[in-house]
């Protein structure tokens, strides 16, 4: 008796591990942005410091765009050209 409750148990639980797996609620499920913003940058950015700028998803609730420079990453509104320092 004792050993069919234990193999009930293991089956369950195995069954359920098995659940948790292959469950499509991922934190980065297809179909969702990987980077966002949600607050944004106010200062200037110098242009020569900047190492590149990617255009964020357009699934994002807030439209802009991520500037790296040779430090860090910068999040900047759509508008960005009030954000950037010509020397």
Request: proline fraction near 6%.
């Amino acid at each position: 008796m004792r050993k069919v409750k234990m193999s009930c148990v293991c089956l369950a639980l195995g069954l359920v591990l098995l659940a948790a797996i292959s469950s499509e609620a991922h934190p980065h499920a297809p179909g969702t942005p990987q980077t966002c913003c949600f607050d944004f940058f106010k200062g200037k950015i110098p242009v020569n410091k900047i190492k590149k700028i990617e255009k964020l998803d357009s699934r994002c609730a807030n439209p802009g765009f991520l500037v790296t420079t040779e430090k860090k990453q910068i999040c900047l509104r759509e508008d960005l050209t009030s954000e950037l320092e010509n020397d």
